[in-house]
Structures are given as C-alpha cells and as structure tokens.
C-alpha cells in the first residue's frame, strides 16, 4: 500500500487555467505539508495542515489554496496558472513533530 | 531564521569508497534533524533522522548521521557506497516544537558514483 500517494503524476496546462493536486495518506497522520521543488532541486514549504490549524508561508501567491477534506487528504488548488509555477509540487505528511513522509511528486508544467 | 547549508553541490566518489556528505545548520536550540534521499524522477525517502539522545544515528541503507552540537553539524556517511546510491541527498530542520513542523531544506548534495 502507498503511504502518501498524489495524482496526478504529471500535469501539462496552459497559462491561466485552475488545476488542482490531489494527495491522500493512509498512516492515520495528523498533519499534511505541500512543498514546491523547483527547477534547481530547492524544496520549500508551501503549506502545513492539520485538524487545528493551517499554516501558510507567507511567500506563497494566494492563488494557491489548500483544501482538505478530512484528514486523510489535502488537495491543492491554483488558480490562473503562471509559467512562474512550473516545479515539482510534494505531498508530505507526519504526526505532529515526528518524520514527514513525502508522496512521489507531481510535475506541473505550464505552457 | 532557520538555515541550512549543504556546502557540496556535487560529490563523485567510486564505487566501494566511503562517503560523507556535509550538513551544517543555523537554529537557536537544537532542531530535530532528517537526511533525504531523492532518485531521479522520485519522491523523498527518509534516510535517518536525530531527535535527541545518542547522537549518532543509524537509518536505512547503511546510512548513519552524527549530530555535532559544538560545529551545528550533521554529517552523513556511509562506509561502502553502492552504485544504487546515485541520487540527490537532502538535509533537513524543523524547529521541533510541538505542533506542524515545517521541515526546512538545504540545496542538496548530488552523489554521483563511478564503477
């Protein structure tokens, strides 16, 4: 069984379009990360989550939204997609302070 | 503010030799402490991580981390590395405070390993 799994795997859309990231665990964690890689390999957080709170950086465009509909799952929606936003985005999840275990990736590509 | 510094961008080691792949961090108390692994086209595996306690660590794949709180260090080794173990390795912090922990990067290591 996938711990953290994403979908989709790669997503190719145009410049303005709205897309979403889907990102499920099944380790019965209590909070959920995005991160973004860029194209140097840079990792940064884009949000944490859990049933209490959620925690946005500050750097991240407030086109991006998480959204979750238990706590099992954290999508994660962006709205008029930018070239800027092309990147590797992971799922991650942990209970509270302990390791974080990331899903395989999704490839956004906007053309 | 939370840093972390992978000063190796690239390292090349052969086949068989021993591997140490440096991490320094910049934090006002000891954070909790993780090293990434990532292969080409791949998610981040955990390799070890360091909470407290004994300070040198033990994680998958033959791996192990010392915590060196005088040099805000945590080294990775390994002393026989695989053809396998080609890939980009991440260093990690979070604050360690309950609570979501964001975790924080540094830029990665690429090890690339010649037969």
């Known amino acids: 069984d996938t711990a953290v799994s994403q979908t989709p795997k790669y997503l190719v859309t145009q410049m303005g379009n709205d897309k979403s990231i889907k990102c499920e665990q099944n380790?019965?964690?209590?909070?959920m990360y995005w991160y973004k890689q860029d194209s140097k390999k840079f990792l940064k957080i884009m949000f944490s989550?859990?049933?209490?709170?959620?925690?946005i950086n500050e750097t991240v465009p407030n086109r991006f939204s998480p959204k979750s509909p238990d706590k099992a799952h954290l999508n994660l929606h962006i709205n008029s997609l930018e070239l800027g936003d092309s990147a590797v985005y992971f799922c991650?999840?942990?209970?509270?302070?302990?390791?974080?275990?990331f899903g395989p990736g999704t490839r956004l590509t906007v053309l | 503010a939370q840093s972390v510094t992978q000063p190796d961008i690239h390292i090349t080691v052969s086949e068989g030799a021993s591997l140490e792949l440096r991490c320094n961090y910049s934090?006002?108390?000891?954070?909790?402490l993780f090293w990434y692994v990532q292969s080409p086209g791949q998610g981040l595996q955990l390799l070890l991580k360091?909470?407290?306690?004994?300070?040198l660590v033990q994680g998958i794949k033959g791996f192990e981390a010392e915590f060196k709180r005088s040099q805000s260090s945590f080294n990775l080794r390994k002393p026989s590395v695989h053809w396998s173990d080609a890939a980009e390795y991440f260093c990690?912090?979070?604050?360690?405070?309950?609570?979501?922990?964001?975790?924080?990067f540094g830029t990665g290591t690429r090890l690339t390993v010649i037969p």
């Open positions: 991650a999840s942990s209970q509270e302070t302990g390791a974080q275990f």
């Open positions: 380790l019965g964690h209590d909070t």
């Open positions: 989550y859990n049933n209490k709170e959620l925690i």
């Open positions: 934090y006002g108390a000891t954070p909790y």
């Open positions: 360091y909470f407290s306690g004994d300070t």
């Open positions: 990690a912090v979070t604050p360690g405070q309950t609570g979501a922990n964001n975790l924080f």
